[in-house]
């Protein structure tokens, strides 16, 4: 075993502003490139993303809606990219995963929330960063949870899903259908919220229950 690939979401990661441009453009934004460096005023993070060149000017307006300058790097035909420079913070998303220890493999974001995705030995990390995560934001979710083999084997577990309330099987079976777990996004969660008649916050709260219980099931708690 070489350990677990995951992807969560944190679908209200407050003033990121890789995040709130994915909300403005309506596009996902892929390959977020994040550095380290020191500035006048201690450690900083300089970070570079993407967006569709039509949506250009519309980024430009927008200015991040936070704190920090966005600057345009270059531009073509296909994407216009930007850069913002920060000072280092335990209350981003990304340096709370990187802080257990954990390297981010990708970074990406999607109608104003975060894919974040890493890969760990052990399924406990997993929870543990969730939980991490968790303490700081609302709406944390795995997306994405498989297993890594030397040998390309799979390792199969059986889940109950008679831990899970009615209610939260609903939730789940509609989210999957409206492609909620799919990416790019086939809805998002205030889509899958209004299909079934809840507020966004609702589905969210009931979303995590019902994944603690099915990651309770897989760890064996």
Do not use: W
Request: glycine share 8%; net charge negative.
């Amino acid at each position: 075993m070489t350990g677990f690939r995951a992807t969560v979401v944190v679908h209200d990661p407050q003033d990121c502003p890789v995040a709130t441009v994915s909300s403005d453009v309506g596009e996902a934004i892929d390959s977020v490139t994040r550095t380290r460096g020191t500035g006048a005023t201690g450690e900083t993070v300089v970070e570079e993303f993407g967006v569709p060149a039509g949506d250009a000017v519309e980024v430009g307006a927008a200015e991040s809606g936070t704190d920090v300058d966005l600057e345009p790097v270059q531009s073509n035909d296909r994407e216009a990219v930007y850069r913002f420079e920060r000072e280092s913070t335990n209350d981003c998303a990304c340096e709370i995963v990187e802080g257990t220890g954990t390297p981010l493999s990708s970074v990406r974001a999607q109608d104003g929330s975060l894919l974040l995705s890493f890969r760990t030995f052990e399924l406990e990390e997993v929870a543990a960063i969730v939980d991490e995560l968790r303490e700081r934001f609302d709406g944390v979710l795995v997306e994405d949870l498989a297993q890594d083999h030397e040998d390309g084997s799979t390792d199969p577990v059986i889940v109950d899903r008679e831990v899970l309330t009615a209610r939260q099987r609903e939730i789940l079976e509609t989210a999957h259908e409206m492609g909620y777990f799919e990416y790019p996004k086939g809805a998002n969660a205030t889509d899958v919220a209004a299909e079934l008649g809840v507020a966004r916050s609702t589905f969210s709260e009931h979303l995590a229950a019902a994944q603690t219980k099915l990651m309770n099931e897989i760890l064996d708690k």
